[in-house]
Every structure is written in structure tokens, then in C-alpha cells.
DNA sequence: CAATACTTGTGCCTGATTGCACAAAATCTT
DNA sequence: AAGATTTTGTGCAATCAGGCACAAGTATTG
């Protein structure tokens, strides 16, 4: 890739461009412009046109751009044309509801590993999954070389579960757990707290 | 409130901010800095302050900000000095896992209807409310003047269900469908969708 | 009580991000 | 086949957001 210092805020709309094109694809769409994925996912056909172009030329004047071949580039710029291994831990209702979701495995990645603290839940299946001991965290994703994990623990233990993570070498944690976590420079995090989805939205209500 | 045109992003901080605060009181501390909060999540204490000057002025040199004060002032600016009635639709495991979710009580927010189309959940209990059925979306929500949803149905059906709840007066949705959503410009969405965040990530690893 | 340390709110500057508009290329229409 | 239409990629301008640094106010220390 022809890639210098691409800010993080294109990178963050590129998978919404991908889920977009993959909607188009699956009604058998095999073409689509700038200005038609805009107006499909809310954002300018002119940001669209410039996100896309700081990886390359994938459209053509007059025609727009091929929705397979515009794919296939996303998803290898966002290194989604391969399959990622990811751990969950913390089998509460969010991590079961997590765990069973069917929305991963066609957006390039795999739940191998399930991790709980309390000793009842150790040794019950999920799906294909048995439940692990939080104790053997560490050794067993690295062994693994899981890189990244989802954690839907309790806010009190998600500082420390991260920190154990990290020391078991994942570098990207998509943290369920209503709490910012401190984690180094090389390892990213992404947060997903419904209240505060609900909060960004109340400010604007009557 | 002395408010203007607070830009989005700025408004965007406020719930973080606030469940920070929100841990720091849970652990008896009666004032932080905004150097300390933005230790805390990640930000600059410059940016802070400077977010929360456009608000009026909460701070006090030389010793900071007092918490309590503090939230109270962004619970009013974010309007979460109330309880909010939301309704869930989509009662599969992730409207489950989010019906059954604690965090919202302390937050602002209150589950009030649950929606599931398919017949054999109709009538079921989930924690102490009912499944109604989808039929009635639109005269329910409307009568309970519920504002604000969540979105867990599939994505095949998301629209059509949006479209419903607009329909039925409400003006804020959290869509936990893996598709974007058209709505009128008074109506606000936000998007949780795990796979997004994952590939937001994956960007930056080896 | 003077000196030191801490912390806010903000003016200014710099850099980042977005939108506009157009040349160039491809396609479509008559 | 000529003209009209569509659509990209990009240079430029304008807006937006973030960081720096400091005056002023408050607290602490010796």
C-alpha cells in the first residue's frame, strides 16, 4: 500500500464504506458511485471520493467504482482479508450475547477463546467454545498469539484484565466495560458503552 | 444553559467525561484537575477545560473542580438529570444482553417496552416486562411517549423497523443493527457495531 | 505573611479536516 | 459520431479543532 501517515479518522470510515458495499453486494449491486454509497451512509460523496483516493485509484469517471474489486481493497487495507483470532473475556450476558453473535465471521474474524473469573462458569460451553480460567489468561493467549480480545467484564476488574492482556500480547481490545482503560501506546482500544451512545443523544432531545 | 452551537464533537466528550467523574465519586474523591481527569481518559487538560468553559465556568484556580458540582452541571448540560423511558426492539440475544443491562438505571435511562416480531416471544418475561409484539410499535411507543430506542433486530429488517419508530415519535436510536440507518435530521442515531470497531483496529496491527 | 505551587479559562496560533469546483475520462443518447 | 451526461481525483479555500502558554486567582508552605 502506498500508505505515509493516513489520519485515523478515514481510517474509521472505512469500515462503514466496507459494510455498506457489502449490503450492495449481497443484493447482487455490482456497481455504485461516490455520491450513491454517500447518501447510503450519510457522509459526502466528495469525503468519500478523498478517503478512497489516499490508497489509490480504484474508480473510473463515468462509471464509479466496481463494488468487488473496491471491497477487496478495503479489506486489504484494513488487513480484513484475513482472519483474525479474537478472545472474549467476562461470560456474563454480554459476553454470551458476544459470543454467539453470527456478525463476525464474514467480517474477517473468529472467536476461539473464552475467559471467566468465576470457578462455575469454568468448564460450561458456549457454542463449540469451553469457558477458561481468567488465571491461565496470559499463557494461554499468548501461546495462541491472540492479538485481539473483547472485554465484557465488570468496570471494577477491566483495568486489570486489560493489563493482563496486554502482558499476553494483545495489541487491540474492544472494551464493553463502562470505563477508560490505560494501556500503552502500541496496543489500540476501541470503546462500546451503550449509555454513553444514549447520552450523545439526549443533549439534542427536547 | 448559555449555549450556542456546541459542535458535536465537543458534546461527544461530555459522556465520558461524566462516567469518569462518576467513578472518581464511587470512590469518595471530592475534586480533581483537569490534568488528573485527563490522565484519566486519554485526553489533553486543555482540551477539558476548554470544553467545558463553553458551558460556564465550573472550575476554581488553584484547586480545580468539585464533583459533584461537576457532574451536575454536565448532567443538566446533557439533559440526563432525568430518567429517560427507552424501548427496546429486537428481543434476540443482544436485545436481551441489553434489557438485562445494569448500567443504564444510574445513567439517565429507563427500560420501559421490549418488541420482538416473532410470535413464540410475544408474551415471554424478561426480567419484569413483557414482549410485546411489533404490530403495535407505533401506537405503543406513541401513547407511552417513549423517545428514545434501541435497535437490536437483524439488519435485513432494521430500516423498515427505524422508519416505524420514527413514525412513532421517537427522536433518538441506539442501532445495534450492522447497517446505517436514514432518518429525518431531527432524529439522531448511534451506532454500536463490534465488527466496526474491530476492523477500526486492525488497520494498525502487523 | 511572603513566597511558592497549583490550576483555571482563554487568546492565539498551527495543523487537520471538510467542502467546492473543475478538468479529464468514461459512458450514454440520439 | 457528436453532443450530453456521469463521475472520478484533486487543487484550493474555508472552516474546524487542538495545543501552547500565560495572566489571574486560589491554596499551601515555611
Known amino acids: ?19 455498506a458495499l457489502q449490503r450492495f453486494s449481497e443484493k447482487g449491486i455490482q456497481t455504485t458511485s461516490s455520491q450513491e454509497l454517500g447518501e447510503r451512509v450519510g457522509i459526502s ?24 474489486f473496491l471491497m477487496d481493497k478495503i479489506r486489504s487495507i484494513l488487513k480484513v482479508d484475513r482472519i483474525w483470532d479474537v ?19 464474514n ?19 458456549v457454542g463449540d ?12 493467549i499468548r501461546s495462541a498469539g491472540v ?27 474492544l472494551n464493553y466495560a463502562p470505563i477508560s482503560l490505560a494501556v500503552p501506546a502500541d496496543v489500540k482500544v476501541q470503546y462500546i458503552d451503550p449509555s454513553i451512545g444514549l447520552q450523545r443523544m439526549t443533549y439534542y432531545l427536547d
Open 1 to 19: 500500500m502506498p500508505t505515509e501517515n493516513i489520519p485515523d479518522i478515514i481510517i474509521s470510515r472505512l469500515p462503514i464504506y466496507l459494510r
Open 45 to 68: 460523496a466528495a469525503q468519500i471520493r478523498k478517503d478512497l483516493s489516499q490508497f489509490g485509484e480504484f474508480g473510473k469517471q463515468g462509471t464509479g467504482y466496481y463494488i468487488p
Open 87 to 105: 478472545a472474549i473475556v467476562g461470560m456474563g450476558d454480554v459476553g454470551h450475547a458476544v459470543a454467539r453473535y453470527p456478525g463476525f465471521s
Open 107 to 125: 467480517r474477517g474474524f473468529r472467536v476461539v477463546m473464552l475467559f471467566d473469573a468465576s470457578p462455575e462458569k469454568i468448564g460450561q460451553k
Open 129 to 140: 467454545l469451553d469457558i477458561k480460567s481468567i488465571d491461565n489468561l496470559v499463557s494461554e
Open 147 to 173: 492479538k485481539i480480545a473483547m472485554l465484557s467484564v465488570p468496570a471494577a476488574s477491566a483495568q486489570d484484565v486489560a493489563s493482563k492482556l496486554v502482558e499476553g500480547g494483545v495489541k487491540a481490545i
